[in-house]
C-alpha cells in the first residue's frame, strides 16, 4: 500500500539552485519522514517532523507538514551534484507496530 | 546507533530455486519487522508485517505461500522466495521497529538485490 503522491515525480536543477518536492499523504498521521536513496542502494534517513510540528529544519534542508492538507514539503537549499538521489516521504500512523508507508518519490538530478 | 544487517546483498538464482534473504538487528530487539520491495524506478511497497514468534501479517496482493516469512528470534526476520521467477526480480529491504527515544524510529537494512535467471 502508499499513501499518495509526490510531486514532481522527476526534477533537473542546476547546482546551487533550490529543489522544493512535496508530498500527500492520506491517513491521520503520528509523524512524517523523510528519506533519501541513491540508486539502488538503501535509505538514508534525513529528517522527521512530528504532526503536531510545522516545520523543522536540518542543514540545509527544510521540511514542512500541514495537517489539514495532508501535504509535506522537502526544501534542498544550495543544491549540489552529491545531492541528486531519489527521495522519499514515509508516513506512520499512531498504532504501535505499524509499517512505514512510502509515497512514490522524487527523483532528484542536481547537475554541475 | 541502531544497525540492521541484510543478508546477502545480491544473489542471482535460477528459476525454479529458493532464496533466503536474512534481516537481522545487531544491537536492538526487534519484535516487529518489515519487509518491502522495490521494482526500478519506483518506491517501496510494503509486502509483509514480520512479528516475533506469531505469523506474518501480507499486504493484499501478496503470496503469503511464495514470500515465506520467519521470526524465530527478537533479532532475525528470514524472507524466502519460494520456486523464484524473474517477475520476482526486484530489491528487496527490510525495516526494524524500535523505540522512537531519542531516534525516528525504524531502521533499515541495506537491501538484498535479487535477480532471477
Known amino acids: 500500500s502508499q499513501q499518495g503522491e509526490e510531486d514532481p515525480q522527476a526534477l533537473s536543477i542546476q547546482e546551487g539552485e533550490n529543489a522544493t518536492m512535496n508530498c500527500s499523504y492520506k491517513?491521520?498521521?503520528?509523524?512524517l519522514q523523510w528519506y533519501r536513496q541513491n540508486s539502488g542502494r538503501g535509505l538514508v534517513h534525513l529528517i522527521l517532523?512530528?504532526?503536531?510540528?510545522r516545520e523543522k529544519h536540518s542543514g540545509r534542508l527544510r521540511v514542512t507538514l500541514d495537517t489539514s492538507k495532508k501535504s509535506s514539503s522537502l526544501l534542498i537549499t544550495a543544491s549540489r551534484a552529491a545531492d541528486t538521489a531519489s527521495y522519499f516521504c514515509a508516513t506512520a500512523n499512531n498504532q504501535a507496530g505499524t509499517a512505514l508507508i512510502f509515497g512514490k518519490g522524487t527523483t532528484l538530478s542536481v547537475s554541475s | 546507533g541502531a544497525v540492521v544487517s541484510q543478508h546477502p546483498s545480491r544473489v542471482i538464482c535460477k528459476s525454479g530455486t529458493s532464496v533466503k534473504i536474512e534481516c537481522r538487528s545487531l544491537?536492538?530487539?526487534?519484535?516487529?519487522m518489515f519487509w518491502y520491495r522495490q521494482f526500478p524506478k519506483q518506491s517501496l511497497m510494503l509486502m509483509a508485517t514480520s512479528n516475533e514468534g506469531s505469523k506474518a501479517t501480507y499486504e493484499q496482493g501478496v503470496e503469503k505461500d511464495k514470500f515465506l516469512i520467519n521470526h524465530a528470534s527478537l533479532t532475525l526476520s528470514t524472507l524466502t522466495v519460494t520456486s523464484a521467477h524473474p517477475e520476482d526480480s526486484s530489491f528487496y529491504i527490510c525495516s526494524a521497529r524500535q523505540s522512537e527515544r531519542g531516534g525516528h524510529g525504524y531502521t533499515f537494512g541495506s537491501g538484498t538485490r535479487l535477480t532471477v535467471v
Open positions: 491517513t491521520s498521521i503520528n509523524n
Open positions: 517532523i512530528r504532526s503536531n510540528e
Open positions: 544491537d536492538f530487539q526487534a519484535t516487529t
